[in-house]
């Protein structure tokens, strides 16, 4: 199908009135930023940032008056705001529904691990990036927040306990170096667990706040899968430096990826980059390299979207392995190529969150 053109979306988004002022998006000079790359279109719609919270239907409505343009494979609007005054360097304003920073006033960065949908290694990843930041004499938490399926027991072999010397707050278990909790470790692995929605935040805020954290340089938050009302909750509650998104290159194909992304940018967390998961496979008896998930996706779909490309990672038994029986690569081959594409991946987040100063970096416009 023909590449949709910017001037049928524009005419699609006329279409799209501002409930408040009368006129539609286009005439009032609300849409800005208008990109069409292969079906994928962006745009922005300028609001005033006080009316920021109320505008998500007329979002909704925009996005849907371009994707009913032909040829449109997915759209993407976010509401912005000019501040007024522009935050300083290093400093973010605070969105409404403000993250509650006492739950963790002694980290100095909170980095999310998030995916667009399971199984795309997203848990194997923060791990070994959590270890690698170990590796490189930090001091690190982390966070299993997939309540639904806890999976750091198995992953970093934890079969103990936390325990409660003052029956008020728990300890972290230290494993490898450093600070761990999930749910897993205080219910038995089959229990099968039933959540609503205000239980979700309620145990996320438990494993924050009433954990004995300490002072941390990173604490590295295993976020669980998808992009639905959970995952949305906790990008706005917990304080995020930012969101490193991992993704195989297929899942950028189907653009879960990019629901990720999109998630973050809508809560105002900055994107730190994207991680591309078992990028290729390198056959362990001949050492020939088969691309078989259309290798390099990730990489083209973050020059596309505006965020960095953080590093790419096999498909390698050896990081099954490892994970699936509680060694992650970065303590069971500190010295293979595996474990220095983390602790690449890793330096390069800590340089962004706070290797340079210590001050989280914040974007330049406000989004609500
Ligand atoms: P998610 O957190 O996205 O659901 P997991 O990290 O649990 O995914 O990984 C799913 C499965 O894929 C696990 O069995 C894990 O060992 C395996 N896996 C993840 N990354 C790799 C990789 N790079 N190479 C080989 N196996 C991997």
Avoid at 45 to 53: A, C, F, L, N, S
Wanted: hydrophobic fraction near 45%; include cysteine; aromatic fraction near 4%.
């Amino acid at each position: 199908m023909a590449e949709p053109t910017e001037s049928a979306i524009l005419e699609a988004l006329k279409t799209v009135t501002d409930p408040d002022r009368g006129g539609d998006i286009v005439a009032l000079g609300m849409v800005g930023g208008l990109a069409v790359k292969q079906g994928n279109v962006h745009f922005t719609i300028e609001v005033d940032p006080q009316r920021g919270q109320t505008l998500e239907p007329l979002r909704k409505a925009a996005e849907k008056a371009a994707g009913s343009v032909p040829g449109v494979l997915s759209v993407t609007a976010v509401l912005t705001a000019e501040s007024k005054s522009a935050p300083a360097a290093g400093t973010r304003a605070a969105p409404q529904g403000a993250p509650r920073r006492e739950l963790l006033p002694d980290v100095t960065a909170i980095v999310a691990v998030a995916s667009g949908k399971g199984g795309v290694g997203k848990s194997t990843t923060a791990a070994n990036i959590a270890l690698a930041l170990v590796a490189q004499g930090l001091r690190v938490g982390m966070l299993d927040a997939d309540i639904y399926g806890p999976s750091m027991p198995m992953m970093l072999g934890i079969h103990d306990k936390p325990s409660s010397p003052d029956g008020k707050r728990l300890l972290p278990i230290e494993k490898f170096g450093m600070r761990c909790m999930s749910i897993g470790f205080l219910v038995p692995p089959d229990t099968p667990m039933i959540w609503r929605g205000p239980m979700v935040m309620g145990a996320l805020e438990q494993m924050m706040g009433d954990v004995e954290w300490g002072p941390l340089d990173v604490l590295v938050v295993d976020m669980p899968p998808g992009t639905g009302d959970a995952q949305l909750t906790m990008a706005q509650r917990v304080p995020l430096a930012g969101a490193v998104i991992v993704s195989t290159p297929q899942d950028l194909a189907l653009l879960d990826a990019r629901k990720g992304l999109n998630m973050f940018r809508k809560v105002e967390v900055p994107v730190l980059g994207i991680v591309e998961n078992m990028s290729y496979f390198v056959c362990p008896e001949c050492g020939e390299r088969s691309d078989i998930f259309n290798h390099g996706g990730a990489r083209r779909a973050a020059e596309q979207m505006g965020v960095d490309f953080l590093g790419e990672i096999p498909l390698d038994m050896a990081i099954r392995e490892g994970i699936d029986n509680g060694r992650p690569t970065v303590v069971a081959d500190p010295d293979g190529p595996h474990a220095a594409a983390y602790m690449a991946i890793a330096a390069a987040i800590w340089d962004k969150v706070g290797g340079a100063g210590g001050t989280p970096a914040g974007p330049e416009i406000v989004i609500e």
